[in-house]
């Protein structure tokens, strides 16, 4: 298989992620999203939204869309399962994957789109929202310390892919000069078991 990616984008990340978590051999293809290499009818023809990352799986098929790969990924090398087993424990981290996206991961990517100036010549950039995309993730980060002040991990014991959305996010937010204070210890100390898996370096 092989991975179309780019190296600092976070969604690519999220997948190099699980597939080091799985120890699962790939292909990798470095696009440049500045010079366009998205944008090319080559790769809009393996994903019309000209977005990364893409899995080409060895049949052809390509399969763009972060959640989907991870959790394909997931399905066919079960181990170490990411998205757990059994219909309570697999909605709870759906659930803890989903709040990790919908108030982290897509924040910081709006935060960045909206004021890095970035993607100014295929976009339309509005900075207020960038800056209110920032407000709401900082609303996110108590949300989780509170969940880490009673767990290892966010979704309970287990290490599953919202710790992986999770760290992703985190550390893409930098770029907008987001930083985990002080404040929020049980985030921190979380954070440092992140950094000390193989799969952080991805």
């Known amino acids: ?20 978590e799985k ?3 790939y292909e990798r293809e470095i696009l440049d999203l500045g010079a366009g290499d998205n944008l090319t009818t080559d790769f809009c023809s393996k994903n019309p939204t000209a977005k990364v990352p893409v899995l080409e799986l060895d049949d052809g098929l390509c399969l763009a869309e972060t959640g989907a790969i991870c959790r394909f990924l997931d399905e066919s090398y079960p181990q ?10 697999r909605a709870k981290i759906d659930m803890w994957d989903h709040r990790m996206e919908l108030g982290l991961m897509i924040y910081a990517a709006m935060g960045f789109q909206h004021t890095s100036g970035f993607f100014k010549d295929r976009m339309t950039p509005v900075e207020a929202w960038g800056l209110e995309c920032i407000k709401n993730f900082h609303a996110t980060l108590p949300v989780l310390e509170a969940q880490l002040s009673n767990n290892e991990w966010i979704a309970g014991d287990e290490f599953t892919i919202a710790d992986i959305t999770a760290v992703c996010a985190i ?3 930098r770029v907008l000069k987001v930083r985990v204070g002080d404040e929020y210890p049980n985030i921190q100390r979380w954070h440092a078991a992140m950094k000390q898996r193989p799969s952080y370096a991805a």
Not at 1 to 14: E, G, V
């Open 1 to 20: 298989m092989k991975l179309y990616d780019n190296a600092h984008a976070p969604n690519p990340r999220r997948v190099r992620m699980v597939l080091a």
């Open 23 to 25: 120890a699962i051999e």
């Open 80 to 89: 170490p399962l990411l998205y757990g087993s059994g219909v309570k424990e």
């Open 171 to 173: 550390d893409f937010a």
